[in-house]
Structure formats: structure tokens, C-alpha cells
């Protein structure tokens, strides 16, 4: 399913910026050849560029250690905006090129909607789940003020939040919603659907423990990369 590996490749940067590698989004588009999918990352590019937006702050050149961790190959770091670009302008005879255009169509229609109202939809999306309002979720995991529940949320329960998210989107593009009650209303319904699934497989989502902060796994794992690259050798011993 194409959102599931878009979502799964999103990379997060130190300041909760998202962003994907193109390398990445070639292989869920189904390119086999780098060299053909970098002729549409620069077509992408000029469509950005005559969209009005400044292409360096969506697409960024850059160099990076992949698979075997021993040689670097050109790549791109993209924003969800130059990912939409680079699917609209990927061949639509490929399979997955259409589901992710098809993917995209959903979000952009309802993206103004969800834009304005996203707080307000996540809170109440947040109640449903847990039985108890983000804030008091925050304060039961111990989550930084200025930081994200998502951040703390174990695996299973940001799992969770997404599929009752897309079911959320599919059935608002499917039923025309419009208004913010509108789809407030079937997002409360869809985590109500998924509460009461995980309450009846023993899942107390409440009840979890949080998972260890992202931010100190994320500076974990940078800096094990950056030791890597010093010494390459400690793979190997």
C-alpha cells in the first residue's frame, strides 16, 4: 500500500521537519534506473520553480552513505511538497505511480480543511483513542509542553492514529465532507473503532507505557553514524 511506505520512509530532522530521500520514493514509485527518476526530480524541480516556490527550500543535492555503508551516491532531500511534484510528473502507467497520485488527490482536496482545523480534529481524535484529552496524556507520559505526543507514543499507538487518520481522509473524500463537525465527527467515530479493537485484543492504549523520546533516538543513531564514519571498521570486528 503506497501511504503505508511513503509514511514508514518520512525522515525527521532535529526540528521535527519532515522530509523523504528521493533514492527512497524511486524505489516505492518503482524505478529501477537512478537515472531515469533523477529526470523526474528535474522536471519537478521546474515545476516548482514555476509554481513560484524557491526549489532549493523542497529539493536539496546531496551526497549520502547507503546499504553497504561504504561508497555515497547522489541524492535529494525532499519535502511532502516536492514528493507530490515528483508524482505528478512520474509515468502514470506504473501501478504505483497511480496509487500514490490517487493517494495524493485525497489529501490535497481535504488539505486546506485539515490545515485549519488540525488541532482542533487531532485533540478530539486524541480523546476518542485514549478515553482522555491530549493534555492529559502529555502530562500521564511526562511529554515536554513544547513537544509532540507523537513523540513519546509507542509503535502500536501511532500505528494506530494512522490508520484511524485514513480511514478519517478516505471516507471524507468518499462522502464529500466539508465542514470541520463533518469530519471531527467521523475521525471521534473511526478512533472509537479502533479503541474498541485494541481494548478487545487486551490493548489498553491508556495504559502503555511511553516509548523512549524520538529526539534521543534519533541523536543516538547520529551519533553511532558519525563514529561509523570515523572508524568503519567497527562493523567489522
Not at 518520512?10 to 529501477?32: H, P, V
Not at 494506530?160 to 465542514?179: L, S, W
Request: aromatic share 10%; with cysteine.
Amino acid at each position: 500500500m503506497f501511504s503505508e511506505k511513503f509514511e514508514l520512509c518520512c525522515q525527521k530532522g532535529d526540528d521535527q521537519t519532515e522530509f523523504w530521500f528521493a533514492r527512497n520514493l524511486q524505489s516505492i514509485l518503482d524505478y529501477e534506473e537512478w537515472n531515469d527518476f533523477r529526470e523526474v526530480v528535474f522536471k519537478a524541480q521546474i515545476a516548482c520553480e514555476n509554481s513560484g516556490f524557491d526549489i532549493v527550500q523542497h529539493f536539496v543535492d546531496i551526497h549520502r552513505i547507503i546499504e553497504d555503508k561504504k561508497h555515497k551516491v547522489d541524492d535529494f532531500i525532499l519535502s511532502r511538497y516536492a514528493c507530490y511534484l515528483i508524482i505528478q510528473n512520474s509515468d502514470s502507467k506504473k501501478q504505483e505511480v497511480a496509487f500514490a497520485q490517487n493517494y495524493f488527490a485525497m489529501k490535497t482536496s481535504l488539505a486546506s480543511l485539515f490545515d485549519r482545523n488540525f488541532a482542533s480534529i487531532r485533540s478530539k481524535g486524541d480523546t476518542a483513542l485514549f478515553g482522555k484529552s491530549t493534555q492529559a496524556m502529555k502530562a500521564h507520559w511526562k511529554v515536554p509542553d513544547s513537544r509532540p505526543l507523537a513523540d513519546f507514543a509507542p509503535t502500536i499507538i501511532l500505528k494506530a492514529k494512522d490508520f484511524a487518520a485514513e480511514i478519517t481522509i478516505f471516507n471524507a473524500q468518499q462522502n464529500q465532507m466539508k465542514t470541520e463537525p463533518e469530519i471531527s465527527s467521523e475521525h471521534i467515530t473511526n478512533n472509537q473503532a479502533v479503541r474498541k479493537t485494541l481494548l478487545e485484543r487486551g490493548i489498553r492504549p491508556e495504559s502503555l507505557p511511553p516509548a523512549e523520546d524520538a529526539k534521543k533516538v534519533e541523536r543516538r543513531l547520529a551519533s553511532d553514524e558519525k563514529k561509523y564514519l570515523k572508524n568503519p571498521d567497527i562493523l567489522e570486528n
